[in-house]
Structures are given as structure tokens and as C-alpha cells.
């Protein structure tokens, strides 16, 4: 076995994160090194498996991720950003089926209450429901809700794939010990399945605050006449019909209370359609008309409805989108610097987390080279 390399070079000076690769070493994630905890930081380091590295630890930034040589640790790209390396190396190793439990996407977060001491007054004891929770921005977002609420939070994780769910469950539980992940198995395109899952809700996650509407797909990038009748099917009910059914479902609850957020993830494809996106795009439109609708007939209320459009994020969208081929995934952001799924997870927290007469009703985010669906800027 090699000695443990560290690999903090290629990090900016002034914000990096010290990304420390043991090979053969499966790793752990450590939630916090910082200059407020540099005992721990220390106690860490000393750990037999890590010899004293010269790395520095920064401020306000966590922390450490020791990862397995099976997965090459990216070198820096000149124009990229050590978050983004570091999320290319985190898609990579959820792509190939590294134990979620393993993989640290906090390890580079900050752990200070993300939107300070308001924020988490205003998010205090709610209870939160993320749709498409087990990856990407929908994961993220229960990460960033539990943070900026210091862990005083119930979260209410939903998505096909249960053991993600519950990996995230036990990731934040740890972290933040006050708060209560409930991670329960949910296929949104299955509507009859869905006024069962909110009436089967454990008794301490029925009263709802949050609901955000994440889950959504892509298939293919096939033009109008070509397109499987499957795909049209999958995106619609999942993107549209699913989105429309929960929301149905718990706005009575929401009108009971007289209040309530509605967190739509709608997308740039639903303001501007592209060649080869007819379908998905053409749901993304329809999310907008239905959120654009609720809230004017939610006028009269203290419900909030609030859309959140993204534009190019990196998540596993693409690698569904090719089904599977990350070659061709990964080529869809070749020369660009994507957002990462945080990026999204804040600007949703920060819209939730608001003075109640606040709406933040519409955002659109672009990563700094995107201008349109299709304006990029390549350096290729
Ligand atoms: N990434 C982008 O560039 C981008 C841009 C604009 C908008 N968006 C939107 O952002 C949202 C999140 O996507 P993402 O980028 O985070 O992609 P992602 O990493 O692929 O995450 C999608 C999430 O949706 C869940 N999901 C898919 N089908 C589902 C179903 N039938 N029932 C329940 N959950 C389902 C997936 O979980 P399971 O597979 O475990 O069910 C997964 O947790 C989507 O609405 C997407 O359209 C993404």
C-alpha cells in the first residue's frame, strides 16, 4: 500500500479544502476541521492513518475527504473551481455505486448556519418535504435545510431509491443530532400510490411546512416524431402529473393551516425550449403555468409558491438522461464549469427561509458561461 497522498496543492490558496486520498483505504467522512475546532483537527490528523500532512486547515470551511484509488482524485482544471472537482469526483463515485454512506458531499461544506441566526429562527421545528431527495439537488436540499436550521428540523426524504435515502438520513442525523430524517420510498409517476404515502406519514412528519416538488427526469434527446411513447410517458407523469398530485394533496392541509411553502423546481428548458428537448421541456412549461396558477389563486393566503429554475447543474440528470453512459453525460459539460447541486439547495433554503411576507416567486440560475438554453461558453 502507498502512504497517504495529500492532496491540497491544487486548491486555492485563501478557500481551500484539504482533500486528503489514502490508497486502499476506504474512507470515512469527517464532518469538521476548522480553525474553531483545531483540537479535533489535530486528533484527525494524528489518526495512524494519516501522518501529520502538511495540509493546511482553513477557515470557516470544512474538512477532509479520503477517498479509494479506485477513483482517480481529479486534478484541477486551470478554469475549474475545487468544488467543482471535487463534485466531478463525488458524481464519479456515485456513479460507480460507491456506498452512499461513504461519500461526503458535506465534507466540503461549511458548517456554520448557512444563512444565519434568522434563517434558522424562521426554519425552526418545521417539517420539510423533498421529492427527489436520494441525489443531486434534491439531496442537497436536505442537507442545506438541516444546516441552516442547526439541525432543528424534521425531514420528510422521499425518492425511489430507499437506500440513499436512509444513508442521508443517517448522515444528517449524525451531524446534527437534533433533527429527524424520515426516509420513505416514494415513485412519484405512480399516482395511486400517493395519498397513501401522505396518509401513512408517521405521526410527528403529518404537519407539514415545506413541500418541494424536486423529483424530475430527462430521457433522451430525441426529436419530435422519433420519440418513444415510454419517454413521454415517464417524463410527463413523473415531472408533471406526480408534482400536481402531491401538491393536491396536501394544499388542504396547507389551506387548514392558512400557511405553507410550495417549492416548484421548474428549469430554463421550461422558459425556453431547445432542439431535441420537446418533451421535457414542454414539462418544465407546464410546471411553471401550474405553479404561476397556484399562486394566484392562493392570493389570499399566507401559502407561499415559489419556483426555482435551474439552468446547467451537474447531478445525475444527464447520466439518466443518456441512461447510463457517463461518457456522454460527462460531455454535456465538457469545457464549462456546471453548477453543482448546492449551488441550487441555497438559493431553495434561501427562498423558504424569508420573512413569511417575503416571496421569492421566481429564480432562474445560471452557472456563469450559460446565457440561454443554449448560449454556453466552452473552453474547450
Ligand atoms: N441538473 C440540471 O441541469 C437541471 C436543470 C434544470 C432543472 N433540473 C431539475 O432539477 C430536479 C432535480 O434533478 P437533479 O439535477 O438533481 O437530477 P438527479 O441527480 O438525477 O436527481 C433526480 C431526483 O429525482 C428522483 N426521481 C426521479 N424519478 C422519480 C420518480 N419517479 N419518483 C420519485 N423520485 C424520482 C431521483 O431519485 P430516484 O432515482 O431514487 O427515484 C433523484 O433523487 C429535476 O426536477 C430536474 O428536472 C435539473
Redesign the pocket.
Known amino acids: 500500500m502507498q502512504g497517504p497522498q495529500v492532496y491540497a496543492s491544487s486548491l486555492n490558496p485563501g478557500e481551500s479544502v484539504p482533500l486528503i486520498w489514502l490508497p486502499d483505504v476506504v474512507f470515512e467522512p469527517i464532518s469538521y476541521i476548522g480553525d474553531t475546532a483545531p483540537a479535533a483537527a489535530e486528533q484527525i490528523v494524528r489518526r495512524p492513518l494519516l501522518p501529520a500532512p502538511r495540509t493546511r486547515f482553513l477557515r470557516d470551511f470544512s474538512t477532509t475527504s479520503l477517498v479509494s484509488p479506485l477513483f482517480p482524485v481529479p486534478h484541477r482544471h486551470p478554469q475549474h473551481s475545487h468544488t467543482r472537482t471535487l463534485n466531478s469526483l463525488i458524481t464519479s463515485l456515485q456513479h460507480h455505486k460507491f456506498p452512499q454512506s461513504l461519500i461526503s458531499p458535506r465534507a466540503f461544506r461549511r458548517t456554520i448556519m448557512s444563512f444565519g441566526t434568522s434563517a434558522a429562527a424562521r426554519l425552526a421545528g418545521k417539517t420539510v418535504l423533498i ?9 442537497a436540499t436536505a442537507f442545506e435545510f438541516a444546516n441552516a436550521s442547526g439541525g432543528d428540523i424534521k425531514l420528510i426524504l ?4 430507499e437506500a ?1 435515502l436512509v444513508s442521508i438520513k443517517e448522515e444528517i442525523e449524525k451531524a446534527y443530532p437534533k433533527s429527524k430524517v424520515f426516509p420513505i420510498a ?5 399516482l395511486s400510490t400517493i395519498d397513501a404515502f401522505v396518509d401513512n406519514l408517521p405521526a410527528e412528519a403529518k404537519d407539514i411546512d415545506v413541500l418541494v416538488n ?5 430521457h433522451g434527446v430525441d426529436q419530435v416524431g422519433t420519440i418513444a411513447q415510454s419517454d413521454i410517458d ?1 417524463m410527463f ?3 408533471v402529473f ?1 408534482l400536481i398530485a402531491l401538491t393536491q394533496k396536501l394544499l388542504p392541509l396547507f389551506k387548514e393551516k392558512g400557511k405553507g411553502d410550495i417549492l416548484n ?5 421550461g422558459r425556453e425550449p431547445y432542439p431535441g428537448g420537446a418533451i ?1 421541456c414542454a414539462t ?1 412549461a407546464a410546471v411553471k403555468s401550474f405553479t404561476e396558477t397556484l399562486r394566484k389563486e392562493l392570493i389570499a393566503t399566507r401559502i407561499r409558491v415559489i419556483e426555482v ?12 438522461r443518456f441512461r447510463g453512459d457517463k461518457g456522454k453525460a460527462d460531455a454535456v459539460y465538457k469545457g464549462v464549469e ?2 453543482i ?1 448546492e449551488d ?1 439547495a441555497e438559493v431553495i433554503v434561501f427562498a423558504v427561509s424569508r420573512r413569511e411576507n417575503v416571496v421569492i416567486a421566481d429564480t432562474l440560475v445560471f452557472p456563469s458561461h450559460q446565457a440561454s438554453a443554449l448560449i454556453m461558453h466552452r473552453k474547450l
Open positions: 421529492t427527489g431527495a436520494s441525489s443531486g439537488i434534491g439531496r422521499t425518492a425511489r431509491r440513499a416514494l415513485d412519484v409517476s405512480k424536486n423529483a424530475g427526469m430527462v415517464i407523469q413523473t415531472n406526480g423546481i421548474g428549469s430554463i428548458a421535457y418544465k429554475d435551474p439552468g446547467q447543474v451537474e447531478t445525475e440528470f444527464s447520466v439518466v456546471p453548477l447541486a441550487i
